[in-house]
């Protein structure tokens, strides 16, 4: 028991050592910028639980009309060939979506196990508590940690055939050059015939996104707000979240989404022993959802190395989720 103590101590210190680094990297480039990733403490989990069902923010409902409706054609799409295979998601979280497809796969006898990845061993330990209770005989192994290293652990767990989810637009929290890196990452860890699913929120009206991301109940602010507030708990530092202010924007040609935080006066910020000075109305970039058009979509695919075989709509056709295979 002391051995796993230590070792779990060493993990978690680790962990602290990554997140100061990130930070202290972060707001001493310029511009300063925290990476996203790091919204998801407790009170991160529960903020962005609250995102999905604010009424703007339409990515949810969209995406959850896939797969509360389309549950079959998507089932069809990875069993192809009936082999056992495992379904890796990255970025589970609460699995709201892939619970309908992990129900029609138990129920249909598929041989399958769920491994779903994510940064957050809260929202992990919730999730594994929610899905005993509602699929008892789902097989699942859960992976914290980051997306790339858990990959490798889970392909290496077993050598069966991989469905990779990767959901909630979540690609969209990249910018175009680092989505494409990322996707070329995800078929180098493959083997020939392997899937992965991706879920695009399409180009739309300017204003629906817009106000997506910019709800008048705060809740989004909050969520990012809450970031310097982790950093003062875990690293020792003093922002004032006070005297900064959230700002969204979008642009319909990039199809663009960024927030900041906008320093509302000049101020300097002890982070243990380091010193971050911001000047009046300097920013902090802290998250980026990306718009895609259907071209995009295919440019992106055949750019990583996959082949697309199907994409599956919602009833608007605001969102799509893209199914691609290594070949």
Same mark, same amino acid.
């Given at each position: 028991?002391?051995?796993?103590?230590?070792?779990?101590?060493?993990?978690?210190?680790?962990?602290?050592?990554?997140? =100061?680094?990130?930070?202290? &990297?972060?707001?001493?480039?310029?511009?300063?910028?925290?990476?996203?990733?790091?919204?998801?403490?407790?009170?991160?989990?529960?903020?962005?639980?609250?995102?999905?069902?604010?009424?703007?923010?339409?990515?949810?409902?969209?995406?959850?009309?896939?797969?509360?409706?389309?549950?079959?054609? #998507?089932?069809?799409?990875?069993?192809?060939?009936?082999?056992?295979? &495992? %379904?890796?998601?990255?970025?589970?979280?609460?699995?709201?979506?892939?619970?309908?497809?992990?129900?029609?796969? #138990?129920?249909?006898?598929?041989?399958?196990?769920?491994?779903? #990845?994510?940064?957050?061993?809260?929202?992990?330990?919730?999730?594994?508590?929610?899905?005993?209770?509602?699929?008892?005989?789902?097989?699942?192994?859960?992976?914290?940690?980051?997306?790339?290293?858990?990959? &490798?652990?889970?392909?290496? %767990?077993?050598? =069966?055939?991989?469905?990779?989810?990767?959901?909630?637009?979540?690609?969209?929290? +990249?910018?175009?050059?680092?989505?494409?890196?990322?996707?070329?990452?995800?078929?180098?860890?493959?083997?020939?015939?392997?899937?992965?699913? #991706?879920?695009?929120?399409?180009?739309?009206?300017?204003?629906?996104?817009?106000?997506?991301?910019?709800?008048?109940?705060?809740?989004?602010?909050?969520?990012?707000?809450?970031?310097?507030?982790?950093?003062?708990?875990?690293?020792?530092?003093?922002?004032?979240?006070?005297?900064?202010?959230?700002?969204?924007?979008?642009?319909?040609?990039?199809?663009?989404?960024?927030?900041?935080?906008?320093?509302?006066?000049?101020?300097?910020?002890?982070?243990?022993? &380091?010193?971050?000075?911001?000047?009046?109305?300097?920013?902090?970039?802290?998250?980026?959802?990306?718009?895609?058009?259907?071209?995009?979509?295919?440019? +992106?695919?055949?750019?990583?190395?996959?082949?697309?075989?199907?994409?599956?709509?919602?009833?608007?056709?605001?969102?799509?989720?893209?199914?691609?295979?290594?070949?």
């Amino acid at each position: 028991m002391k051995l796993q103590l230590g070792k779990d101590s060493q993990i978690e210190n680790s962990q602290v050592d990554s997140f =100061r680094s990130d930070v202290l &990297d972060g707001l001493k480039n310029s511009p300063k910028r925290l990476l996203s990733k790091y919204f998801y403490d407790k009170i991160g989990d529960r903020l962005f639980q609250k995102i999905m069902k604010i009424p703007e923010y339409y990515l949810t409902d969209c995406e959850l009309d896939i797969f509360k409706n389309k549950t079959q054609e #998507i089932a069809d799409a990875i069993t192809f060939d009936q082999s056992p295979f &495992d %379904i890796i998601e990255l970025g589970a979280g609460d699995a709201m979506k892939s619970s309908y497809l992990l129900k029609n796969l #138990i129920e249909s006898k598929a041989d399958f196990t769920y491994m779903p #990845i994510d940064i957050s061993g809260n929202i992990l330990s919730v999730l594994k508590d929610k899905l005993n209770t509602e699929l008892p005989t789902l097989d699942i192994v859960s992976l914290e940690g980051e997306y790339f290293d858990m990959l &490798d652990k889970a392909t290496g %767990i077993s050598k =069966r055939r991989k469905v990779v989810l990767f959901l909630g637009g979540n690609i969209g929290n +990249m910018d175009i050059e680092e989505a494409h890196h990322f996707c070329r990452e995800v078929k180098r860890k493959l083997n020939l015939g392997d899937l992965f699913l #991706i879920g695009f929120d399409l180009k739309k009206n300017p204003h629906t996104i817009l106000n997506a991301y910019n709800d008048e109940t705060g809740i989004t602010s909050a969520f990012n707000l809450n970031l310097l507030t982790r950093i003062n708990r875990e690293l020792k530092a003093d922002f004032n979240v006070e005297n900064f202010q959230h700002y969204q924007t979008y642009d319909p040609i990039s199809g663009s989404c960024r927030s900041f935080l906008i320093s509302l006066i000049k101020q300097e910020v002890h982070i243990d022993h &380091d010193i971050i000075n911001f000047e009046e109305n300097e920013f902090i970039e802290m998250e980026i959802s990306q718009k895609f058009s259907k071209s995009d979509i295919t440019n +992106m695919a055949n750019n990583s190395g996959f082949h697309l075989l199907n994409e599956i709509s919602d009833s608007k056709n605001w969102f799509v989720d893209s199914v691609w295979q290594v070949l």
